[in-house]
């Protein structure tokens, strides 16, 4: 009777029952694809293929650091016929273009780069960051490399560059600091600017870069799902 009620349970969400059907149709996929099929951050993905996984519908892969989710093979006949059931449902995903945002502040050095790279690395697939200064230094604050390097969220990519470099258009441009919302109150290729203000961190200890990427944890990433209607 458990088995029963936890199967039954795991298909009362209209997501799952997507989550079902594009596998039935695409076969074993990567985690990374399924978010970005349905547009979601990997925290919520993870609970609603666990869920499944537990109701006996779904097996999992590792390959390193992937995981891999497929339909379980053989099922009994209860699941057999509600995966048929499922097939013959109109469940559309809609493709999704991933949302651009840009941060600015006045050098590109140090707050606008750490929330660029905060943001790729929780949304990748869903939200690609950009971030830029409208007078760049010449690198990035050691200290802020430093912390991302630590976090294992640096790339090659991020360096400061002039905001009149960046062509592409944006959902959603939030300056970092007063001075760049004074220069920049409005970002022009962008559909929507914000101002989120966090202190400069570039002339003290490497404590107040720790403290200033926790800030932008708890509010920026928030602001930007909220604004860019990531679930």
Known sequence: MQDFLQTISSLNDETRIKI????????????????EAFCMIQSR??????????????????????SYYSLRSPLDEFRTATLKEIS???????????????FVCTHNSCRSIMAEALINAQFSGIIKAYSAG???????????????????????????????????????AITLC????KSC???????KTLHLAFDDPSDKEFSE???????MQEKLVKVVKDELNVV
């Open 20 to 35: 079902l059907k594009y596998l039935q149709t695409n076969g074993e996929c990567c985690v990374c694809e399924l978010q």
């Open 45 to 66: 993905l993870s609970r609603h293929l666990k869920i499944l996984k537990d109701g006996g519908f779904l097996k999992v892969r590792k390959d390193g650091k992937w």
């Open 88 to 102: 013959y449902l109109e469940c559309e995903i809609l493709p999704h273009s991933i949302k651009k945002v840009l």
């Open 134 to 172: 409208s007078n760049p230094s010449n690198e990035i604050n050691p200290n802020a490399k430093k912390l991302l390097i630590q976090k294992g969220i640096f790339t090659n990519k991020l360096y400061p560059k002039p905001l009149n470099s960046l062509c592409e258009s944006f959902d959603l």
């Open 178 to 181: 007063d001075d760049a919302k």
């Open 185 to 191: 109150p409005v970002v022009k290729n962008a559909a």
């Open 209 to 215: 870069f720790e403290k200033t990427l926790n800030l």
